[in-house]
């Protein structure tokens, strides 16, 4: 049986009444956390674009966009996918190096509202996108994700099994919809040499692609058989090494979804290891720059090749320099979303430190990656003393988790725009999500909607 037949067959037998308790719960974490991100990052100019693009083009009135418009459920699946990700606070699984709720539930959540289904159809649906999305890209990683952009790619297969979940395909309308959205899968990291707007239209473009091709699937448009594992197929094609056991090793009997992390720096997340190190130096010591002689941080390559910017001329920019966003830790011991100003971009002080940063590869930290995203840190001082400081873990990470009371506090603070009470009822129904429709969800998170014909 080929691999999307498997995935098909898992997505066709997977019901709200198999998933543990935990792993629902989990599911709702991650739903609100979404929502955080999603609603922030909605006035931002590049989804503020997208917004006026679908205003001029129009749509059937099926689903609602975070920006408040009533649009077709391709048009919604696109710019909330896009909104999402752009405040850089998105959840991410380490070893498939995927955001998946930024692909997954916009697909997910414009479906679900368009059909009428229940808080358990979607959490059902967001489940097998979750585990299908990272199953894919722990077998591509980590060389697909030198060129691509692995939110992008392996993100289009997620979203699509999680509407192929909710519009009830049969197995070989699956396996067809699986066909299309692996030829759609693409997204370059060459976007990151000069801060352009294209890591946004990823996200979007691949929730909007799982829709599209469930679409069309429905219609009975058919896609490869064997997209993934084929001699042309997304694996060969796509990945310089592939390890195939990552599609089937527990497949079925555990949950990917419960792996997720969770992100509290507005910063890309290779950043996030040595900005939780600075942050507790931040906490315990006064820093004065005077004293210090350099700081040396000692990563995985993936992370430098990434993030290793010195100089970078845009606060977009200042979230994938590792130099800064350590420099950010040190000085100020935050890195949230507030935390990044133009007057921080430019401040002397971040400045002074970034020139006194060494980065360099970690033999033994970069053989534990993916599986770990660890650094080690260490402040030389002028007097010949040396703080070192080390970790495997980022905070959100499931070895170093963060509270649903933290997810919340994050949400409240992300969304503070609304209404107090409003922002309370999101939370509640979110976190009691199975007990509500989606339209219910909805129209708690959008009190007023614009119809756009």
Same mark, same amino acid.
């Given at each position: 049986?080929?691999?999307?037949?498997?995935?098909?067959?898992?997505?066709?037998?997977?019901?709200? +009444? #198999?998933?543990?308790?935990?792993?629902?719960?989990?599911?709702?974490?991650?739903?609100?956390?979404?929502?955080?991100?999603?609603?922030?990052?909605?006035?931002?100019?590049?989804?503020?674009?997208?917004?006026?693009?679908?205003?001029?083009?129009?749509?059937? #009135?099926?689903?609602?966009?975070?920006?408040?418009?009533?649009?077709?459920?391709?048009?919604? %699946?696109?710019?909330?996918?896009?909104?999402?990700?752009?405040?850089?606070?998105?959840?991410?699984?380490?070893?498939?190096?995927?955001?998946?709720?930024?692909?997954?539930?916009?697909?997910?959540?414009?479906?679900?509202?368009?059909?009428?289904?229940?808080?358990?159809?979607?959490?059902?649906?967001?489940? %097998?996108?979750? +585990?299908?999305? $990272?199953?894919?890209?722990?077998?591509?990683?980590?060389? !697909?994700?030198?060129?691509? !952009?692995?939110?992008?790619?392996c993100g289009t297969f997620g979203a699509t099994a999680a509407v192929a979940k909710l519009l009830k395909l049969n197995e070989n309308q699956i396996v067809d919809a699986l066909g299309s959205a692996g030829t759609q899968a693409a997204g370059l990291w060459e976007f990151i040499e000069d801060g352009a707007m294209s890591k946004q239209l990823h996200p979007g473009k691949a929730a909007m692609h799982g829709v599209l091709s469930c679409l069309l699937a429905q219609k009975g448009f058919t896609g490869a058989k064997k997209i993934l594992e084929g001699n042309r197929g997304f694996f060969e094609a796509m990945s310089e090494q592939h390890d195939v056991t990552k599609m089937t090793e527990?497949?079925?009997?555990?949950?990917?979804?419960?792996?997720?992390?969770?992100?509290?720096?507005?910063?890309?997340?290779?950043?996030?290891?040595?900005?939780?190190?600075?942050?507790?130096?931040?906490?315990?010591?006064?820093?004065?720059?005077?004293?210090?002689?350099?700081?040396?941080?000692?990563?995985?390559?993936?992370?430098?090749?990434?993030?290793?910017?010195?100089?970078?001329?845009?606060?977009?920019?200042?979230?994938?320099?590792?130099?800064?966003?350590?420099?950010?830790?040190?000085?100020?011991?935050?890195?949230? $979303?507030?935390?990044?100003?133009?007057?921080?971009?430019?401040?002397?002080?971040?400045?002074?430190?970034?020139?006194?940063? +060494?980065?360099?590869?970690?033999?033994?930290?970069?053989?534990?990656?993916?599986?770990?995203?660890?650094?080690?840190?260490?402040?030389?001082?002028?007097?010949?003393?040396? $703080?070192?400081?080390?970790?495997?873990?980022?905070?959100?990470?499931? +070895?170093?988790?963060?509270?649903?009371?933290?997810?919340?506090?994050?949400?409240?603070?992300?969304?503070?725009?609304?209404?107090?009470?409003?922002?309370?009822?999101?939370?509640?129904?979110?976190?009691?999500?199975? #007990? $509500?429709?989606?339209?219910?969800?909805?129209?708690?998170? !959008?009190?007023?909607?614009?119809?756009?014909?």
């Amino acid at each position: 049986m080929g691999f999307s037949n498997q995935i098909a067959n898992y997505i066709v037998g997977l019901s709200y +009444e #198999q998933l543990p308790k935990e792993v629902v719960t989990f599911t709702k974490r991650c739903i609100l956390d979404y929502y955080a991100s999603a609603l922030k990052g909605r006035d931002g100019v590049p989804i503020q674009m997208i917004h006026e693009l679908i205003r001029e083009m129009g749509g059937v #009135q099926q689903a609602t966009t975070v920006t408040n418009v009533k649009n077709s459920v391709l048009n919604v %699946a696109l710019l909330n996918g896009a909104a999402s990700h752009i405040i850089e606070l998105d959840d991410i699984h380490k070893a498939s190096i995927v955001h998946a709720a930024t692909v997954v539930m916009p697909a997910a959540v414009a479906v679900a509202e368009w059909k009428r289904l229940s808080g358990k159809d979607l959490i059902t649906a967001i489940v %097998a996108g979750y +585990e299908v999305a $990272y199953r894919i890209g722990e077998t591509v990683s980590p060389s !697909h994700y030198f060129y691509f !952009h692995n939110t992008a790619t392996c993100g289009t297969f997620g979203a699509t099994a999680a509407v192929a979940k909710l519009l009830k395909l049969n197995e070989n309308q699956i396996v067809d919809a699986l066909g299309s959205a692996g030829t759609q899968a693409a997204g370059l990291w060459e976007f990151i040499e000069d801060g352009a707007m294209s890591k946004q239209l990823h996200p979007g473009k691949a929730a909007m692609h799982g829709v599209l091709s469930c679409l069309l699937a429905q219609k009975g448009f058919t896609g490869a058989k064997k997209i993934l594992e084929g001699n042309r197929g997304f694996f060969e094609a796509m990945s310089e090494q592939h390890d195939v056991t990552k599609m089937t090793e527990g497949f079925g009997d555990s949950f990917k979804i419960i792996e997720n992390s969770f992100k509290i720096h507005a910063s890309c997340r290779h950043t996030h290891h040595v900005m939780d190190l600075l942050i507790e130096y931040h906490k315990g010591h006064n820093v004065n720059l005077k004293e210090i002689k350099k700081i040396v941080i000692s990563t995985y390559k993936v992370a430098l090749d990434i993030t290793d910017n010195p100089s970078p001329e845009t606060i977009y920019a200042a979230k994938f320099s590792i130099q800064f966003c350590a420099a950010l830790a040190l000085i100020t011991g935050s890195g949230g $979303y507030h935390a990044f100003t133009e007057q921080i971009l430019h401040d002397p002080t971040i400045r002074a430190i970034v020139e006194k940063i +060494e980065v360099q590869v970690d033999k033994k930290v970069d053989a534990a990656y993916p599986k770990e995203w660890g650094t080690n840190v260490s402040i030389h001082f002028n007097d010949g003393s040396i $703080y070192k400081a080390k970790t495997s873990y980022p905070v959100g990470d499931p +070895e170093n988790p963060v509270s649903t009371d933290a997810l919340v506090e994050k949400f409240m603070t992300l969304t503070n725009d609304l209404p107090f009470e409003q922002r309370v009822q999101i939370v509640k129904t979110i976190l009691n999500l199975e #007990q $509500y429709t989606v339209k219910e969800l909805v129209a708690t998170v !959008h009190r007023k909607i614009e119809a756009v014909t």
